[in-house]
């Protein structure tokens, strides 16, 4: 069974793959429940300013990395 999340960070309720739901895969692909509140842990995000994909460190990440941020809003 799964310890992390794809971002790194630690799952203490192993037994089911995440802290918020229990998860199901289909064909290969992990699929939390609708509503999860951890399921932005496995989603890759698309960086707006450079357009690398990324796996968020918080909920609210937006952009890969500070550098990324401070050009895109002109720091």
């Known amino acids: 069974m799964r310890t992390q999340y794809a971002n790194g960070n ?3 309720l192993t037994a089911t793959g995440c802290d918020g739901c229990s ?3 289909v064909n290969g692909v992990l699929c939390h429940e609708h509503g ?3 399921a932005w842990q496995d989603m890759r995000r698309e960086c707006p ?3 690398a994909r ?3 460190e918080h909920k609210d990440a ?3 990395n500070g ?5 895109y809003y002109g720091y």
């Open 10 to 12: 630690e799952i203490s």
């Open 23 to 25: 998860p199901s895969m």
């Open 36 to 38: 999860c509140p951890e």
């Open 49 to 51: 300013w450079c357009g």
């Open 54 to 56: 990324f796996l968020p």
């Open 62 to 64: 937006a952009f890969c």
């Open 67 to 71: 550098d990324c941020e401070a050009a």
